[in-house]
């Protein structure tokens, strides 16, 4: 799964980052409770709605954008029908679509286009000069989209943060966050490592030589996992904030 992601273009990258987090929003159950709200429609729920948008500002505004979320169904990737139908009418939201070459008549263009006409056969200098000098001539076209940013996890790019969002779908299950979780983070750690079915596909830990004569023997390799019980002590971290962050419209967050 790594190394297909560095063979990936941005975009999709990006998309598949998106696909967390409209399902990381999925689990924040503020969000949860205003979408119902906002559903049932009655004196007591238009309350209710009225309460958390005076305690989260964004809410409503969210709500405006994202849509009530509920009505479908977890996105497992970004092929899945129901994922396809609600990012479709709002990828401009989220991505930036590149500068293509168009063909006269122009019958069509993405939303939150225009179209200029460049002449061609100039030099780059030149070019760059005529963009500076049409941007201060043409302020509208400038803004700040898209108007939700994709965090990166620090230190980390895009592929990366989008490979830890992966690797911690792949654990998520045993996250606590009162601490009565089914297995220590050291625990994790040693079943990440000695199942190659699950380190080939996401985290690409490998037992050492030392690792490897303790499994084969039946024992413990606990005490020598430190350093990836950290990295699943940090990854539990990024889970929660991150799902606290959407009622913000953040993603990822890591604290």
């Keep these: 799964m790594h190394k297909i992601y560095s063979k990936l273009p941005s975009d999709m990258i990006t998309e ?4 967390h987090w409209f399902n ?10 205003y979408c119902y709200a906002k559903r049932a429609k009655k004196n007591i729920d238009i309350a ?3 309460t958390i948008e005076g305690e989260f500002p964004k809410i409503a505004e969210l709500y405006d954008d ?4 509920h009505t479908f169904p977890i996105a497992e990737s ?6 396809k139908k609600w990012f479709e009418c709002r990828r401009d939201l989220f991505i930036v679509s590149p500068i293509e070459l168009l063909s006269l008549p122009i019958d069509e263009m993405e939303p939150g286009s225009t179209a200029i006409t460049i002449p061609v056969g100039i030099s780059k200098q030149l070019m760059q000069s005529m963009f500076d ?3 201060e001539r043409n302020p509208v076209v400038i803004g700040d989209r898209p108007k939700y940013k994709l965090n990166l996890i620090p230190f980390k790019t895009l592929v990366n943060t989008s490979i830890s969002l992966d690797d911690i779908d792949m654990i998520s299950a045993d996250f606590s966050r009162d601490g009565s979780r089914k297995a220590s983070h050291a625990e994790i750690a040693a079943t990440i490592i000695s199942m190659k079915e699950v380190s080939d596909i996401s985290f690409q830990w490998y037992p050492t030589k030392e690792q490897k004569q303790a499994l084969s023997q039946g024992k413990s390799i606990l005490t020598s996992v430190a350093i990836q019980a950290r990295t699943i002590k940090n990854l539990e971290k990024i889970y929660f904030n991150s ?3 959407t009622i ?8």
């Design 48 to 50: 209710v709605c009225k």
């Design 133 to 135: 000098d049409f941007l």
């Design 66 to 69: 994202w849509g009530d979320i």
């Design 16 to 19: 598949d980052c998106i696909r």
């Design 248 to 255: 913000n419209g953040i993603f990822p967050s890591t604290r």
């Design 78 to 83: 970004v092929q899945s029908a129901g994922w």
């Design 243 to 245: 799902i606290d962050g």
């Design 24 to 33: 990381y929003f999925r689990l924040n159950t503020v969000y949860e409770k």
